[in-house]
């Protein structure tokens, strides 16, 4: 299993806001979305072996990580996909971990906790550009990668995150947070 581990501090913990249909006004959610299509999205199939989460910090009740593993079931599709994490953010039930639609659930917990919690599983890499090259490291087991968004990962977060995680490269440029996930996940591809 991949993990991937997006981290925004300003997308939008509202499904009302997603209502509204301005996702760069959601605080950027167009990058978790695009994100979430290159992770677990192919050609006329899905990718069964990525687990997607996302931990927003916008307003109006932050946090939230929201996990989604497309299964059987799974209301997805590449043109539904903000009109599915308004969904499963409308149906947040305060002090439980909700499954809203199969592969699909929210929780209110912060970002530390949620990488801490997925530690547990597999090597955890931060995604930084100064970091070893992918292609230089050993990615076996549930690796899991850790990415921001345009404001990247908050510096508090980031000295403790060093602790357990390794950081990592996909190349000497800085690339959009989507184009990362689909050169890690083509990596791994390759690796298989």
């Known amino acids: ?53 996302f931990v927003f910090y916008g307003q109006p009740d932050p946090p939230k990580h929201i ?13 539904d996909v903000a009109i599915l994490l308004k969904k499963i953010l409308y149906k947040y039930k305060e002090g439980s971990k909700t499954e809203v639609f199969p592969g699909c659930f929210i929780e209110k917990k912060a970002f530390l906790p949620v990488v801490e919690e997925l530690s547990k599983e597999g090597e955890v890499f931060i995604l930084d550009k100064k970091g070893e090259s992918i292609r230089k490291v050993d990615l076996k087991g549930n690796p899991v990668f850790i990415l921001g968004d345009h404001e990247g990962l908050p510096k508090k977060e980031l000295k403790r ?12 440029k800085m690339y959009f947070a989507s184009q990362v996930v689909a050169i890690v996940n083509n990596e791994l591809d390759y690796r298989e």
């Open 161 to 172: 995150l060093k602790q357990i995680a390794n950081l990592i490269s996909v190349g000497p």
């Open 1 to 53: 299993m991949r993990h991937f581990v997006y981290f925004s501090k300003s997308a939008t913990t509202s499904g009302k806001v997603l209502s509204e249909g301005n996702l760069m006004n959601a605080g950027r959610i167009d990058i978790a979305i695009h994100s979430l299509i290159q992770g677990v999205f192919l050609s006329h199939d899905f990718r069964e072996d990525v687990k997607f989460h």
């Open 67 to 79: 996990e989604i593993q497309v299964k059987e079931g799974t209301p997805i599709s590449k043109k």
